[in-house]
Structures are given as C-alpha cells and as structure tokens.
C-alpha cells in the first residue's frame, strides 16, 4: 500500500519545525522507525539536528542532495514507516518530487515541513509542488511583530539581497499583510 503524503507550511516563525517536531515524537512513541533529513544549507543552529526557533531539537541527516541521502538510506518499510523532511523549500524540485514518489511507493509515509513563500510573496517552487501532491495540507499562521495580528508572511528586515538568505529573527520576522511588504 502506498504511503501517504502530509505537509506543514506557512511563514517563518509559525511553528512549523515545532508541528514536525510533534509528529516525530508521537511516530517514537508508537515505536515507529523514522528518519529525518533537512537540506545542508539550514545551518542556522546545528548541522545534525532540526532546531526550533525556542530550541527544541531533533537529530537528523542533513542532505547535500538525493544522491547524498541515496548513498547512506535505503527506503523500504523494513527499514523505515515515516520519513520526515525539514525546510523542503530549499530542496532541489524535480528530485525532491521523484524521490517523495519513491518513498511513497515503497509504502513508507512522508511528513514535510516548509515556506510555502519566500519574503518576496512569491511560491517557493518545491513546497508548491509538494502541496499540490498531498494527502493531507496543514497551513499555519504566527502573529504579526507590528500589531499581532495572524501572520501569513515573512518580512526581510534588509531590503535586496538573493532569494534564498538562511537565516533567523536577525533576517526576518512574521507579518500580516496590512504590516507586510515584500523584500
């Protein structure tokens, strides 16, 4: 039977590490066998671990690209029932899709976590394709820095720079719209 396909996205700072992070816990408690893989450019706090903004954390394989975790995992539900994917927007698209599929096909089920925007309010392309093959979608909301409000976007503090700039509350905060402007 083919496994199924869930992902949390929203903006930075709504808790989307913490939700994956409670999905592993509970797969652990249920004595499942689990794997955890987050790109190698999330080095924001450890290389090896998926880190909250409030510190929690959790072990994982950090990916250089598929091949890199090709070489050290096979997937077969002897080995694994859940794999977990941190921060998929910065995943390479049409690899991260072919080999979800793999997974999938092999029967072992699939939890991602990601942006589905970038500070600029535009699709981040992998996240995009993700959700459009989902079972299940869960969209979550921080609070705005201005007024508090449900946050659904990502501000830059800095204006410029490239798309892709890994960082943390020193780079970015969550925004409402009235608040937002894309950087």
């Not at 539900?77 to 927007?89: A, H, P, S, W």
């Not at 080999?99 to 500070?119: F, M, P, R």
Request: net charge positive.
């Amino acid at each position: 039977m083919r496994g199924t396909l869930e992902t949390i996205v929203g903006a930075m700072f709504a808790g989307k590490t913490s939700e994956l992070l409670k999905r592993i816990l509970w797969a652990k408690h249920q004595n499942k066998k689990i794997l955890v893989i987050k790109p190698i450019i999330d080095n924001r706090y450890a290389q090896s671990k998926i880190i909250t903004h409030n510190d929690l954390s959790h072990d994982c394989f950090a990916m250089k690209n598929w091949q890199h975790v090709k070489d050290n995992f096979e997937f077969n539900k002897n080995n694994y029932n859940v794999v977990f994917l941190d921060e998929i927007q910065f995943m390479e698209m049409s690899d991260t899709i072919k080999n979800i599929e793999k997974i999938l096909d092999a029967g072992i089920d699939v939890v991602c976590a990601g942006l589905d925007q970038d500070s600029r309010g535009k699709p981040w392309e992998t996240s995009s394709m993700v959700l459009g093959l989902s079972d299940k979608i869960l969209k979550i909301y921080g609070f705005c820095n201005v007024c508090g409000m449900e946050a659904t976007k990502t501000f830059r503090k800095t204006e410029g720079g490239e798309r892709t700039k890994v960082g943390a509350a020193n780079i970015y905060e969550p925004r409402c719209l009235k608040h937002w402007e894309p950087r």
